[in-house]
């Protein structure tokens, strides 16, 4: 079959080539085999290509956690599902048996790991899937925007809604506009009737915010000190809860931002990972700082609702083929996007 792969670990994208002869996954019996339509980038692809200590991925590797496609087979445990229904799924992948599991929690899995990080991806003609992750997609809806809804939209109602507990009236206060994380809390933010308010990296990116519905935005590119107007347009009150998953680069002006008993939420952190915390304020205006990752089957399913109702319009910035994969990664990384890019598979 056709695939994106990788042959070896590196920081730069000439490891990434598209071939014809990967075999096609063979599936186990309580596995499907889809056919993808569509997958799409993100953050966590070039993590993975340039690997780390441990990580001891299958080489050569296909990337791409995001996927919308139809069953082109089913292993022979399957039930309730069949060849040619249009399905998507979550990429979180789970053993299904440990006590996390049994729980519910399936993103906390002792043998967690993700559709493209652990396991071959679908940037490919096919992709091997556990029954049990597939979500079915419902007549009409536009596989392009299932795609592209995938992997951020369980990671943020995750992080957002259930750890992060967001409520009507709260402040939430976002820092990126650009990413699919974000922009898809920027829309979970205004569903829940919460106000929004975003830091921008420059007014392109803060004018699409707005067009998306968040209520202010600041350009930090005219304000470098956008936790003091944060803070100010607050009435020196700070935010209830803050989406940072910039990292190094922001953690510390974000807490700063952030009001009494306020949330600093995380999935990531795209300028680094040795933030600066000024505990003094954690514990004088007693904060928390929350992490996740991914989410489970019911995360999921809330996501995925949201995306076929239309409450929830993940935002496309451009759709390449499988050869345009390397120029896609490229946009990403310059950081010239505004929403995800798609594969056309
Ligand atoms: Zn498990």
């Known amino acids: 079959m056709r695939a994106v792969v990788f042959r070896e670990h590196s920081p730069d994208l000439d490891v990434y080539d598209v071939v014809d002869d990967v075999p096609t996954p063979e599936i186990g019996p309580d596995d499907v085999l889809i056919k993808v339509h569509y997958s799409a980038l993100n953050r966590l692809d070039d993590w993975v290509r340039r690997g780390w200590p441990g990580l001891n991925l299958r080489l050569p590797h296909i990337p791409g956690s995001d996927f919308a496609g139809e069953i082109a087979a089913v292993g022979e445990r399957v039930h309730g599902w069949e060849a040619g229904q249009l399905v998507t799924g979550n990429p979180t992948l789970f053993c299904g048996q440990c006590l996390y599991c049994l729980q519910g929690n399936q993103h906390l899995c002792d043998d967690f790991r993700i559709v493209g990080e652990h396991e071959p991806g679908a940037c490919a003609e096919y992709l091997k899937l556990p029954a049990r992750n597939l979500i079915a997609i419902p007549e009409g809806v536009d596989l392009k925007l299932v795609a592209a809804g995938n992997l951020v939209g369980v990671t943020a109602w995750r992080n957002l809604m259930v750890d992060g507990g967001l409520r009507p009236n709260e402040t939430v206060l976002i820092v990126g506009a650009g990413g699919g994380v974000n922009m898809t809390a920027i829309q979970l933010g205004k569903l829940v009737g919460a106000r929004v308010w975003v830091v921008a990296s420059n007014a392109w990116k803060a004018q699409k915010a707005l067009e998306l519905g968040a209520d202010w935005v600041i350009d930090r590119s005219q304000e470098p000190n956008w936790a003091r107007a944060v803070w100010k347009k607050s009435n020196r009150r700070g935010v209830d ?14 807490l700063r931002a952030l009001g009494k008993h306020g949330r600093l939420l995380t999935v990531g952190g795209t300028t680094g990972y040795r933030a600066e915390v000024p505990v003094n304020l954690i514990f004088a205006r007693q904060q ?3 992490g996740s990752t991914m989410g489970n089957m019911e995360d999921a399913r ?6 076929f109702s239309g409450k929830i319009t993940p935002v496309i910035d451009s759709v390449w083929p499988l050869e345009g994969y390397v120029d896609a990664m490229k946009k990403m990384l310059a950081g010239e996007h505004f929403g995800k890019l798609v594969i056309a598979v």
């Open 241 to 254: 809860v803050v989406v940072d998953n910039v990292g190094q680069a922001t953690w510390g002006s974000s």
């Open 288 to 290: 928390r700082i929350i």
């Open 302 to 307: 809330n996501a995925f609702e949201l995306i």
